[in-house]
């Protein structure tokens, strides 16, 4: 039974992608085709330039002829319908092309080698955040469980409020002001020192650059995740097997870390997984405020400059990750809950 409720939920996971990237693909067809129809004409002038000697009657059949060879390349001569359908099908075989201004480190203006430059750079910092603060966030979260109403819960409650409600630029700039303009600790952005050094060096330096964005991630994030445990734990504590393990004169800390958090791990999968997928894409804002070169900021780049072929790389993998990790969740509690796998109801 498991493995056709495997085969099902891929099957709808690929689905609900490519009605994705349909509708990407429609909404940026206008856009993508005027796009495409500016970088045609200016081929057609580039090629024209390197024809000096031609009559202006023969150069004007050769502009004329060479664009409609590019026009029926690119399928713009094509039905609307049969030109979105092509765009999906090469968007979702990760066909992207070339961008039109936007080129990787070295040069390169493929868009796949432009978006996979900027995946690890977001996953390296977003995802290290969100980990370090689902950790911390569950530690916090039990411990306030633990002793409801007490000092602890009162007071990280009351930061919790104040915190979870401050816009993450804001807290970057003020600590951008602190450390690196009063205290002059770190630096204002970028992963690297100009010029890169080499070595151990490159890393140490790196890590240099990381610190003050990973800091500005943790002091916002992990507050809510343990608010959130807190409230779940606190149901489960009052369960009759807890209370008789207690009895027994189990230690708090095994009652605590064992017999609960095996009962709460269902919904905190959920939470972790969920928040570790929506790091993956970057954040627009932040990678801004700290010159952060990974898929957000990417993706403002694409944006200001109309380089379509790049935004579709960037939200076709971006889409296809969370996909994926919504698929492997689905497949996880498929195995851990018989009652999922075959339809049934609690």
Do not use: C
Not at 47 to 75: D, G, V
């Amino acid at each position: 039974m498991y493995k056709w409720f495997a085969v099902k939920r891929v099957l709808k996971g690929i689905f609900t992608y490519v009605i994705i990237i349909f509708i990407m693909s429609v909404l940026f067809n206008t856009v993508n085709e005027q796009t495409m129809r500016s970088s045609i004409e200016e081929q057609v002038r580039a090629e024209t330039m390197r024809l000096k000697n031609m009559q202006p009657s023969a150069l004007q059949h050769f502009q004329e002829q060479r664009r409609q060879e590019l026009i029926r390349l690119y399928r713009l001569d094509r039905p609307l319908m049969e030109r979105i359908l092509f765009r999906t099908w090469n968007t979702i075989t990760f066909n992207f092309g070339k961008s039109t201004i936007i080129k990787s480190s070295r040069g390169d203006r493929e868009v796949l080698t432009i978006v996979g430059e900027a995946i690890p750079r977001s996953l390296i910092l977003f995802t290290a955040a969100m980990a370090i603060e689902i950790v911390v966030g569950i530690i916090l979260g039990l411990k306030k469980a633990q002793k409801p109403g007490s000092s602890l819960d009162k007071s990280t409650s009351l930061i919790t409020m104040i915190v979870y409600g401050m816009p993450t630029f804001w807290l970057a700039m003020i600590l951008i002001m602190f450390f690196v303009y009063q205290l002059k600790i770190f630096p204002s952005g970028g992963m690297h020192t100009v010029p890169p050094p080499q070595g151990i060096m490159y890393y140490i330096d790196f890590l240099w650059h990381m610190t003050l964005p990973l800091l500005t991630l943790l002091l916002i994030g992990f507050w809510g995740i343990a608010f959130v445990v807190r409230n779940i734990v606190l149901s489960i504590l009052q369960e009759d097997y807890i209370m008789a393990a207690r009895a027994r004169g189990i230690p708090e800390n095994k009652v605590l870390f064992g017999h609960t958090l095996r009962t709460a791990a269902p919904p905190l999968i959920t939470m972790s997984v969920l928040s570790l997928l929506a790091s993956i894409g970057g954040a627009i804002i932040f990678e801004g405020i700290f010159s952060w070169p990974g898929l957000g900021n990417l993706y403002w780049i694409a944006v200001q400059q109309n380089d379509i072929p790049v935004l579709m790389g960037d939200l076709a993998i971006t889409v296809g990750l969370y996909q994926v990790g919504l698929i492997l969740l689905d497949l996880t509690y498929g195995f851990m809950d018989p009652r999922i796998k075959v339809g049934g109801k609690a």
